[in-house]
Nanobody, 119 residues
Framework: QVQLVESGGGSVQPGGSLRLSCAASGRTYSTLTMAWFRQAPGKEREFVAVFTGNGYTYYADSVKGRFTISRDNAKSTVYLQMNSLEPEDTAVYYC?????????????WGQGTQVTVSS
């Protein structure tokens, strides 16, 4: 079992920045593939970014160049630095671990943190 706890969401104006954190516990962390997803109101959950257990990162086209995923194995934490935020980035952001399908589904999910981008 892996427990995931997200933090760092909030409200920000367009063009602003936020950093999300996801603390993992319950299993060896350094080899886990960790990802971020998001779900906007009335829309399906969508992939945002992933940091694989062997050190590769991949991003959704909509966030490339604006978002950066990183991890601190000593703290068992994965981060999502979000810059140049747009209203379209408004969503509940979820942390996920241990993929069934790397871009679609994972075995473990956090509870989500709200990000609102509005003027």
């Amino acid at each position: 079992q892996v427990q995931l706890v997200e933090s760092g969401g909030g409200s920000v104006q367009p063009g602003g920045s936020l950093r999300l954190s996801c603390a993992a516990s319950g299993r060896t962390y350094s080899t886990l593939t960790m990802a971020w997803f998001r779900q906007a109101p009335g829309k399906e959950r969508e992939f945002v970014a992933v940091f694989t257990g062997n050190g590769y990162t991949y991003y959704a086209d909509s966030v490339k160049g604006r978002f950066t995923i990183s991890r601190d194995n000593a703290k068992s934490t994965v981060y999502l630095q979000m810059n140049s935020l747009e209203p379209e980035d408004t969503a509940v952001y979820y942390c996920a671990a241990d993929p069934i399908n790397i871009y679609r589904n994972y075995k473990f999910w956090g509870q989500g943190t709200q990000v609102t981008v509005s003027s």
